[in-house]
């Protein structure tokens, strides 16, 4: 892991963090500081540029700068008629941890959407994991009870993902649902869709047309355990497009002459307020329904949640290859990681991994082979790693990357490797 602390980016001033993905390729991550506005009229608190390789060549994806929106991982909160945008706000940055293989770096910001609310943005780098976590939280406390009424649509942003803003060839997302739309594209108001398909884990992604690559965000958690996605139709996603397709969707679901979903019912906000005018919209967002920030009782899919006094969840960046159907994939990757048993620890939703208070943890991949699984030991008193077993078999450097956090006696450990079968890691 390397960290560059106030490097000059085009006149950006940003903390840009590098590691190897899980390709043994270096990427790269720019994020812009919160504290003064930049070039582009933003006042930071996101990724401006993301270097990554495929084939061994490099791409440099980066903020468009479409409507002023310079990067991604912005927070957006849609309330009553208007939204409140953290590029225009002035906030604070630090680097949490600095690990040898393990890095977090903090935004925050106070955020106004009808009310005063907290806003704490984590970004999360691992040394074997090409995704990047995402993780935010709310805290509403200073507002009070029920004062605001807003949606979040972090992260948000345009970013260039295949190296240049060419047309989007496809959209898709899972709430309950897989929604995907088909054909070769570009993605206009009447491309056919479908939206068939049963899902677990929510996630949202868009592909290129004529360069092998797509952008992605994936939840950390089931929808069951945590509603991804906005029911801002009030029912009417539910009724009128899930499990259907564009051939026999519900009368509601377009509007007159179109084949899309009407734009406010998607879920997740992508580029279909662009789709209009433009077929390059590199516009990819997360969504809630409008109360999950703030309210103490909010209806969302026929689920009841609470947006009060705090809310929190995580998504995994996938910016790679759309042959590989790479946010599906990562998609698959989170339901391995949740169905996997394990003894001696639990999933920690924020992070993507597994905590445990002990020096020994036994992993079982029940739900399916696990690949470069991270331990956070939160009891780890030693200054340094002295030993790392597998089954009781030793491992030698190159076998894990560790990063020790001796302030907050935490060892932080990826297996260099994809877990088939029971095992049992311990730590000195």
């Known amino acids: 892991m390397t960290i560059e602390a106030g490097v000059n980016l085009g006149g950006y001033l940003v903390d840009r963090y590098g590691w190897g993905d899980e390709s043994c390729a270096r990427r790269t991550a720019a994020l812009v500081r919160n504290n003064a506005a930049d070039p582009g009229g933003s006042r930071g608190g996101y990724l401006r540029e993301l270097t990554y390789r495929v084939g061994g060549v490099g791409r440099t994806a980066r903020g468009t700068g479409s409507n002023g929106w310079n990067g991604w991982g912005y927070i957006v909160n849609h309330y009553a008629s208007t939204a409140d945008l953290s590029r225009g706000k002035t906030g604070t940055f630090r680097t949490v941890l600095g690990g040898a293989h393990h890095a977090i770096h903090e935004f925050k910001v106070r955020m106004n959407p009808g009310g005063p609310v907290d806003a704490t943005v984590q970004w999360f780098f691992a040394t074997g994991r090409s995704a990047v976590v995402y993780a935010i939280s709310f805290d509403a406390t200073p507002a009070g009870p029920n004062v605001v009424n807003a949606d979040t649509r972090a992260p948000y942003g345009d970013l260039a993902f295949e190296g240049t803003s060419g047309p989007i060839a496809g959209v898709g997302w899972g709430d309950k649902y ?14 056919a869709w479908d ?45 009128a497009c899930w499990t259907k397709t564009s051939a026999n969707k519900g009368a509601n679901c377009s509007k007159a002459g179109e084949t899309m979903p009407q734009d406010w019912l998607w879920p997740f906000q992508l580029n279909q307020y662009e789709l209009p005018f433009v077929d390059s919209s590199h516009r990819l967002a997360w969504g809630s329904t409008f109360g999950t920030i703030g309210q103490s009782s909010v209806s969302a899919f026929g689920k009841t949640l609470s947006g009060y006094p705090k809310v929190s969840y995580s998504v995994l960046m996938v910016v790679d290859k759309h042959s590989t159907n790479a946010t599906l994939e990562q998609v698959s990757s989170v ?87 029971p095992v049992t890691l311990q730590v000195q």
């Open 335 to 421: 339901e391995r990681m949740l169905g996997a048993e394990v003894t001696g620890g639990s999933w920690n939703p924020t992070w993507a991994c597994w905590d445990s208070s002990a020096s020994t943890v036994t992993l079982n991949p029940r739900a399916g082979a696990v690949s470069a699984p991270i331990f956070r030991f939160t009891a780890f008193s030693a200054a340094q790693l002295t030993a790392v077993t597998l089954g009781g078999v030793p491992l030698a450097a190159g076998d894990y990357f560790a990063s020790v956090d001796a302030a907050n006696q935490t060892l932080w450990l990826t297996l260099n490797g994809t877990v088939t079968g």
């Open 195 to 239: 939206y068939t398909q049963p899902n677990t884990v929510p996630y949202v992604r868009m592909w290129s047309s004529a360069i092998d690559a797509e952008m992605g965000a994936v939840q950390t958690q089931t929808f069951e355990q945590h509603v991804g996605g906005g029911d801002y139709g009030g029912g009417l996603l539910a009724s």
């Open 178 to 191: 897989r929604f995907t739309t088909t054909g070769n594209g570009p993605v206009t108001a009447a491309t």
